[in-house]
């Protein structure tokens, strides 16, 4: 079975901070996704990478940073966390033919 | 531009009852599409996938189909179950160079079962 965990389900930090989200797959996919979903708006791609040490923006990509130091290990970085960066946030791999997802982070910024 | 539109937004049935949920889309080149089932709080699951050659795939009480053609597929719930209540998420994606695919997704149907 595809295993995606991700650090935290629930996180709540303050406006300003620095925040890390870590997203770790254990099937040796090369591809790796950030994605936020709100309510009425589904699932928005904010950044993925190909390859350790790759990445590429997806649609949201302002306001975040990732990093890809190692395969099996993807992480999504708010450089200064904002309000308007409260949401649900969703890691993934990439088979052959579909997407595997982690549990998801709740995210609040207060 | 790719999309995907899913009806209905929400949908309410009671315990046991069959319902069906929409998926329309303008995607391509088309190579796959996906129905995830997403729990309160979690990660969307896969429930069924289907190729251009397939146009109906069963997952237990749960029924996909595709029309390729008219760029339709549904899901069709059968005897529902109070652990049905979830967001069901329909994906299309993409083909593209290289053998991979870029996923569009729609905004999902509610689904709430009452007893």
């Known amino acids: 079975d595809v295993k995606v965990t991700q650090s935290s389900r629930y996180l709540v930090k303050r406006t300003g901070e620095k925040v890390f989200l870590e997203c770790v797959q254990d099937m040796d996919h090369e591809n790796m996704f950030w994605y936020r979903q709100d309510p009425g708006l589904g699932l928005r791609l904010i950044y993925f990478?190909?390859?350790?040490?790759?990445?590429e923006k997806g649609d949201i990509p302002e306001g975040y940073s990732v990093s890809r130091e190692k395969k099996e290990r993807f992480s999504l970085i708010l450089e200064s966390a904002s309000t308007n960066q409260t949401s649900m946030y969703l890691c993934a791999t990439r088979g052959a033919y579909e997407q595997y997802f982690g549990p998801g982070t709740r995210l609040t910024v207060t | 531009k790719n999309q995907v539109e899913q009806s209905p937004q929400s949908l309410i049935i009671l315990e046991g009852k069959n319902c069906t949920l929409q998926?329309?889309?303008?995607?391509?080149?088309?190579?796959?599409l996906r129905w995830y089932k997403q729990d309160t709080g979690r990660g969307p699951v896969s429930l069924t996938i289907?190729?251009?050659?397939?146009n109906t795939k069963s997952n237990g009480r749960y029924t996909a189909t595709l029309d390729a053609d008219t760029k339709q597929s549904s899901l069709h719930i059968t005897a529902s179950q109070l652990s049905d209540s979830a967001s069901y998420i329909c994906v299309v994606s993409a083909s593209i160079t290289g053998g991979s695919y870029i996923p569009t997704f729609g905004r999902g149907t509610s689904l709430i079962v009452h007893p």
């Open positions: 998926c329309n889309y303008t995607v391509s080149p088309f190579s796959n």
């Open positions: 990478s190909y390859d350790v040490k790759m990445k």
């Open positions: 289907m190729t251009f050659s397939e």
